[in-house]
């Protein structure tokens, strides 16, 4: 009934690498943070660290791009556990959409309730300006328009249902919490919400697809998150994401400007303080256990 090439782990595969992390650290994460492009920093404000190389874990694939160190952080937050992913994977690295997306089970099985996920994106919305940093609340699935979702084959109905809800993808509450912890630090002027689009990438967009992301509701866009926040969601995990706006997506004929991974990277470093602050000021005040 399914395809041969079908490409996810069983649930014994990711119970096995769970159990592998639980004996190697006495760390239990309720939090678990995936680091965008550039942004990795957020996991070195960690404390008591337990560090993994990703090729010493059981299943995990490995980082290939610069900006994405390819280490998983167990530690502490201003003391609450935590573990973080210095490094994430994307489809154009050439890896199927479960191996990109098997950390997030890893996390559910590890026992991690909110997930905050964090990119680096090139900005569409015209009001939005390179270092703003968009809260996400909703996104536009691209490659799951062609057929490549990761919830594509056989489902385990130990991880979620077969049809999950989308509509509620991105935690409201968790949201607020961003604005509001985002407004007390004077984050204000370039705290933005809006719709993250994810494409396969590795190439840029044209200018004519980013006119049309554009018209088609998207703020932002990038080559990530959108697989994770699918499969973080139908384990049932919590989620909250954030762009970094590192490049003005170009819109115009008569613009010189050309999307590049430097500048992406570039923009990663002159935020990555006051990304770091509010991230891990939200961690303080996440409720836990049914999220309380
Ligand atoms: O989404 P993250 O991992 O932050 O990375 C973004 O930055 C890279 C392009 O510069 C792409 O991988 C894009 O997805
Ligand atoms: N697809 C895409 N990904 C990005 N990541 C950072 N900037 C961009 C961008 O402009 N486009």
Redesign the pocket.
């Known amino acids: 009934m399914f395809p041969e090439s079908h490409t996810g782990y069983s649930y014994e595969d990711c119970r096995a690498t769970a159990d592998w992390l639980l004996a190697q650290t006495a760390v239990r994460p309720l939090v678990g943070i995936v680091c965008g492009?550039g942004l990795g920093g957020l996991a070195d404000m960690l404390k008591d660290q337990v560090v993994f190389n990703y090729r010493d874990i059981p299943n995990f694939p490995q980082s290939t791009v610069r900006g994405h160190a390819g280490q998983l952080v167990f530690g502490t937050l201003k003391g609450r556990p935590c573990v973080c992913m210095q490094g994430r994977f994307h489809l154009y690295e050439g890896y199927p959409i479960q191996k990109v997306t098997l950390p997030m089970r890893i996390f559910k099985l590890i026992g991690v309730e909110t997930v905050i996920l964090t990119?680096?994106?090139?900005g569409l919305n015209q009001d939005f300006k390179v270092g703003d940093i968009m809260i996400i609340k909703d996104h536009l699935n691209m490659p799951g328009f062609a057929g490549n979702n990761p919830l594509m084959g056989p489902n385990d109905e130990r991880f979620g249902v077969r049809f999950p809800c989308m509509s509620d993808a991105y935690d409201r509450e968790l949201q607020q919490l961003a604005m509001d912890v985002g407004t007390e630090l004077g984050y204000g002027h370039f705290l933005r919400e809006g719709v993250y689009c994810v494409?396969g990438?590795p190439s840029?967009?044209t200018i004519a697809e980013c006119r049309m992301l554009h018209k088609l509701g998207a703020d932002a866009?990038?080559?990530s998150t959108v697989h994770e926040v699918i499969v973080a969601r139908h384990c049932g995990m919590r989620v909250f994401a954030l762009s970094l706006i590192?490049?003005q997506?170009v819109m115009d004929y008569d613009s010189e400007e050309k999307?590049n991974h430097e500048e992406?990277l570039e923009t990663g470093k002159q935020r990555a303080e006051q990304l770091e602050r509010l991230v891990s000021t939200m961690v303080t005040r996440i409720g836990h256990n049914n999220y309380s």
């Open positions: 492009s990119n680096a994106a090139g494409l990438g840029f967009e866009v990038g080559m590192t490049n997506a999307a992406v």
